[in-house]
Each structure stands twice: as structure tokens, then as C-alpha cells.
């Protein structure tokens, strides 16, 4: 399903009630964001749905912890074609997950090539709270997932991914970064979907609950199609997340390469830990990776940091047109913006 089309049937289901009344807005026309406590944004149309669930939590003096993870299984429950089971698979036919969680002290667990479970960010939690590990992958993760007490799934495709996976089958296009000039990147561009968005596949989600603590999760099946074995940076502690308690959480989305090569989520934190405010270090974490390119034509990639501090103020960035977030504060305020970005 096209994001244009999620996002219409996500935002309409909003009309039926009258908590989380979702709203859209563009950041372009609005100042830096000011604080709240507590706080859950969260990656893409598909976080207003998944900010209810964290916001169940928080809104109850729940923990960060608890509210980033029970948030984005709201996502890996439903069928989309962007997350958990229900999603696309790799270019030989499998679903293949990668999945992270932080909490407030630091402690951190992930996923990465994890097969044939349904929640991976649950699996992730695990690892961080039974092992002295913090990443499991492949087989290695599925089989302490079962030993976990979680259900090993058939391993069918949904119906859409079927049907999307045929279809890609019939040209089983594979793009390299031809269109990143001078670059040796060995990076592929995303899919670009009819509608001129981007076939993205995550969820991340950053948290500020009522006791003043950060947590952050991100999940996903990673890029449509791609090489079997493949791991983004969704499931690399310091690229597609990281929480500092002491300023605050960042996470991502987009091409996983670009974002591993500059550990961008790390890099936003440690812009905030400078003093910038959360949108202000996610502009600089995208503007470093334009600039690893020399000038390069970027406009078919997309990557999309958000973040937030310890104060509540939160922010986004995109590389291109298009990245959108959902910002959740009250129980009647669930809102859409649409990010700034750095190309026209
Ligand atoms: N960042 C994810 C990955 O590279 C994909 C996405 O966000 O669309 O695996």
C-alpha cells in the first residue's frame, strides 16, 4: 500500500474519535518546537497509530521503556507492507526483521536478520534485559526468541507482499547509488513509488515520559527487495537509535547505509549534548551526510532523523521532501508534520 494511501486511511480512521483528534501540520510554517512532558514522537503516517499506543503508558506515568515498546508493536501488528510480518520481503522471498531498544540508564538490546517472529522489538528488549549481549541475529536470534516463549510464525507472505514481491520479481530491478555521483558508496537507492514518495520501512520511536526519563525504539523489515542477509542501520545501537538520559533520543529512517557511515542518530544526540535544539541537530546530522557525497545528486535519497531532549522539545529532519512524523503530548493532540528538509 502506497504511504500516500496509509496515510489517508490513517488520518481518516482519526475522524472517528475524538481523543487523538490527528492533525497536520508543516513545520516549515512553524518555530522551533517548544517542550512537553511527557512526550512520544515516532517515524511516518504509520506513528499516529503507534503513538496511541505509547501514549496509553505515559499518560499513565507509565515508563519511556514500556511506552517506545508497546508503542511500535502497534505497528508490527498490523499488515503493512513496511513492518513486521505483514511486510515486504528480501529479493529471494523472506521477511527478514532487524529491531532496537534503549532505555533511560543506557542499557540497549537488537535484532538484526530475525525471521518468522512477530514482535522483534519485544525479542530486542529481551536481549537487553536476559542476556549480557546486546545484539542476536539470524538463526541465533530466532532460536532464543522461541526459547524466549515466542511463537515461530508460518513464514508465509502477507497477500500484499505477495503480490508486490511477483510484481518486483518480473524486472527484479536492483538499483545501485548510480545517481550519488562521485560517490564509492556501495549504498542502493530506495524505490520511488508511483506517487513520488519513498518505499520506507520503519518505525522509530523516541520517548520522554513523566518522570523525566528517555527511552527509543525502531523497528523494521528493512529495504523492499534487498540482498538476502542484508542488516540496516535500524538495529545499530548509535546509527538508527540512541537515547543519553542526560540530553536526550534520537532515531531514524531511510537508507540504513548512509546513516550507519555517519552514526547518525549518535551524532544528532551529541549535537543536542552541544546545545542545539532537537531539529536544529537533525538538520546537521542530514547536512553531514549531503556533504560525504561532494556535491553529489542526492535527490532519489531520502533519510529522516527526529528527536528529542530532555526539556520535551522535539524535531525532524529530512534529506528530501516527503519525511513526515507524529508528535503525541495530550490526550487530544496527535499530530502529523511534515518535516523540513535540505533539498528543493
Ligand atoms: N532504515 C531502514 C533500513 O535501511 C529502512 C527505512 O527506514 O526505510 O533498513
Known amino acids: ?47 499516529i497509530n503507534a503513538n496511541k499506543g505509547a501514549w496509553n503508558v505515559l499518560r499513565n506515568g507509565g515508563r519511556a521503556l514500556d511506552a517506545v515498546e508497546q508503542g511500535v508493536m502497534v505497528t508490527e501488528n498490523e499488515q503493512s507492507c513496511c513492518v513486521g510480518l505483514g511486510a515486504n520481503p528480501d529479493r529471494d522471498g523472506f521477511v527478514t526483521l532487524d529491531a532496537s531498544i534503549m532505555d533511560e540508564n543506557g542499557n540497549c538490546g537488537s535484532v538484526a536478520f530475525l525471521e518468522r517472529i ?21 538463526v541465533g536470534a530466532q532460536q532464543f526468541a522461541v526459547e524466549q516463549g515466542f511463537t515461530l510464525e508460518d513464514g508465509k507472505l502477507s497477500d500484499d507482499a505477495k503480490k508486490a514481491y511477483e510484481e518486483w520479481l518480473k524486472k527484479s530491478e536492483y538499483k545501485p547509488s548510480a545517481n550519488i555521483e562521485n560517490s564509492k558508496s556501495t549504498s542502493f537507492a530506495p524505490l520511488r513509488l508511483p506517487n513520488g514518495g519513498f518505499n520506507h520501512d520503519t518505525i522509530g520511536m523516541v520517548a520522554l515520559d513523566a518522570h523525566g526519563n528517555v527511552s ?24 538508527g537509535l540512541f537515547v543519553d538520559n542526560e540530553v536526550g533520543a534520537a532515531t531514524a529512517t531511510g537508507l540504513g547505509e548512509e546513516v550507519i557511515k555517519v552514526c547518525g542518530t549518535h551524532l544528532v544526540v551529541e549535537y543536542m549534548a552541544q546545545g542545539m535544539h532537537p531539529e536544529e541537530a537533525c538538520k546537521k546530522a542530514v547536512e553531514k551526510i549531503i556533504r560525504r557525497h561532494k556535491g553529489g545528486d542526492m535527490k532519489d535519497v531520502q533519510v529522516g532523523f527526529i528527536a528529542i531532549n530532555k526539556q520535551g522539545e522535539y524535531g525532524g529532519y529530512g534529506i528530501v521532501k516527503g519525511f513526515n512524523y507524529a508528535v503525541c503530548y495530550a490526550d487530544d493532540h496527535n499530530e502529523l508534520i511534515y518535516a523540513k528538509y535540505a533539498l528543493p
Open 1 to 47: 500500500m502506497s504511504l500516500h494511501r496509509r496515510q489517508m486511511i490513517q488520518l481518516g480512521t482519526l475522524g472517528l474519535s475524538s481523543l487523538f483528534a490527528g492533525k497536520v501540520f508543516s513545520a516549515g510554517t512553524k518555530r522551533l518546537a517548544t517542550g512537553h512532558k511527557p512526550i512520544v514522537i515516532s517515524t511516518w503516517d504509520a506513528g
Open 118 to 138: 512477530k514482535h522483534p522489538i519485544s525479542v530486542a528488549r529481551r536481549v537487553m534485559e536476559k542476556t549480557p549481549h546486546v545484539m542476536l541475529a539470524g
Open 216 to 239: 527509543g525504539s525502531c523497528t523494521t523489515s528493512g529495504m523492499a527487495f534487498k540482498v538476502r542477509g542484508r542488516v540496516g542501520d535500524s538495529p545499530i545501537i548509535g546509527a
